[in-house]
Structure formats: structure tokens, C-alpha cells
């Protein structure tokens, strides 16, 4: 059964009324504070570049910074697995050694 309430953020001083579960509500604020200062950063001190193209940017730019993260979580999920591999190859052998 779903709880959604109303909750209005603003982005690039215009008001959106977004439904949202109560535990996501602050977790929205906060997606909605970044979404707003990457468009202000993007739009900088052009006040009159389109809100359409000012959007698809800052959604670009955020997309990147995600794929970055992603990539750098994925070297860090190898790394971690290589790790791991050469911790069992020395227990491995400690055990073996101490079986003997």
C-alpha cells in the first residue's frame, strides 16, 4: 500500500510538486538541491539560455559523474576480488602446511 505524499521542491526557481514515500523524502530534497545547482552552474551568468537545453546539460553532467563513480566502483570490486583470491591461495597453503 503506498503512503506517497506531496512534497514541492524547486529547481532553477520553478516549483515542482513531486509524489514521494515519506522514508524518500529526504533523499529527494537532496537529488533535488543538486539537480538545482548543477543547472545554476550550467546556465551560469546566462539568464537567458533556454530551460530545456540548461536541463539536458546539467542531466548530462550528472550522468557522467555517475558513469565515473560506476567505473571506479567496478575497479574497486576487482581489486577487492583479486585481493581475496591471493588471502584464500595463503590460507590455503597455511592450512595445507600445518595439515602435513
Known amino acids: 500500500m503506498s503512503t506517497s505524499e506531496p512534497v514541492n ?5 520553478r516549483e515542482y510538486t513531486i509524489g514521494v514515500e515519506p522514508e ?3 533523499s529527494l530534497m537532496a537529488a533535488a ?5 548543477k543547472m545554476r552552474e550550467v546556465r551560469g551568468s546566462n539568464r537567458m539560455a533556454a530551460v530545456d ?3 539536458v546539460l546539467a542531466a548530462l553532467n550528472l550522468a557522467h559523474e555517475l558513469q565515473q563513480l560506476r567505473e571506479q566502483n567496478q ?3 576487482h581489486d577487492a576480488a583479486v ?3 591471493s588471502l584464500q591461495r595463503k590460507l590455503d597453503g597455511a592450512l595445507d602446511a600445518t595439515a602435513s
Open 75 to 77: 575497479g574497486a570490486q
Open 9 to 13: 521542491i524547486h529547481v532553477l526557481d
Open 33 to 37: 538541491r543538486l539537480l538545482d545547482g
Open 53 to 55: 537545453r540548461i536541463a
Open 83 to 85: 585481493l581475496l583470491e
Open 24 to 26: 524518500a523524502r529526504d
